[in-house]
């Protein structure tokens, strides 16, 4: 059981738009940045959003992220077939130790 | 080019121990945070560990806490994980991760080192 919670899956045609949930609480999301990994199949993951919203070198300006109090979402336009990977969500949890945690995943599948 | 070469893995009895490595190259070691995160085949990202740039701090999840020791050496440009008395639950791949600019995600990772332990 994951600290921070993602859907299971999404889907969406080519072109159309997705967005990713990421739920947590006072003592991670509320109070630190969320950053947002994609992992294509087989392989590492790869840093997609820093600091709740800001992109990386490189990564393109169809993957968007936001923050509002204790949720996190990651928005994806123009859905290509090379977007199909697992999403993960992760921030500092400062509850009773500090801890990075990470939601469960979401699997994208571009129908 | 940030490279992070991950070595050590392998198959280990439960019980056993193994040290994984991770190479680091194209940056300034010294001044980065490192971090060690897992992914169990089939199963979702596990941070298990993480090192200040100075060496001073250490954490652990505690799924591993007295049982993993991270350090690094910055003269040599390498972190480690030092796994004693793994357990089954211990099988996953190894990912070695840099800290980014800001200290707050995970801005490079390495390509990962399996790690089995099974009887």
């Known amino acids: 059981q994951s600290v921070l919670t993602q859907p299971p899956s999404v889907s969406a045609a080519p072109g159309q738009k997705v967005t990713i949930s990421c739920s947590g609480s006072?003592?991670?999301?509320?109070?630190?940045?969320v950053s947002w990994y994609q992992q294509l199949p087989g392989t590492a993951p790869k840093l997609l959003i820093c600091d709740n919203d800001k992109r990386p070198s490189g990564i393109p300006d169809r993957f968007s992220g936001s923050k509002s109090g204790t949720s996190a979402t990651l928005g994806i336009t123009g859905l290509q077939t090379g977007d199909e990977a697992d999403y993960y969500c992760?921030?500092?949890?400062?509850?009773?130790?500090?801890?990075?945690?990470f939601g469960g995943g979401t699997k994208l599948t571009v129908l | 080019e940030v490279q992070l070469v991950e070595s050590g893995g392998g198959l280990a009895k439960p019980g056993g121990s193994l040290r994984l490595s991770c190479a680091a190259s194209?940056?300034?070691?010294?001044?980065?945070?490192m971090n060690w995160v897992r992914q169990a085949p089939g199963k979702g990202l596990e941070w298990v560990s993480s090192i200040s740039s100075d060496n001073k701090y250490t954490y652990y999840a505690d799924s591993v806490k007295g049982r993993f020791t991270i350090s690094r050496d910055n003269a040599e440009n390498s972190l480690y994980l030092q796994m004693n008395s793994l357990r089954a639950e211990d099988t996953a791949v190894y990912y070695c991760?840099?800290?980014?600019?800001?200290?707050?995600?995970?801005?490079?990772w390495g390509q990962g080192t399996l790690v089995t332990v099974s009887s």
């Open positions: 992760g921030t500092w949890d400062t509850s009773l130790s500090a801890n990075w945690v």
């Open positions: 006072s003592s991670n999301i509320g109070t630190n940045y």
């Open positions: 991760a840099r800290d980014g600019v800001t200290a707050v995600d995970f801005e490079y």
């Open positions: 194209g940056f300034t070691f010294s001044h980065y945070s």
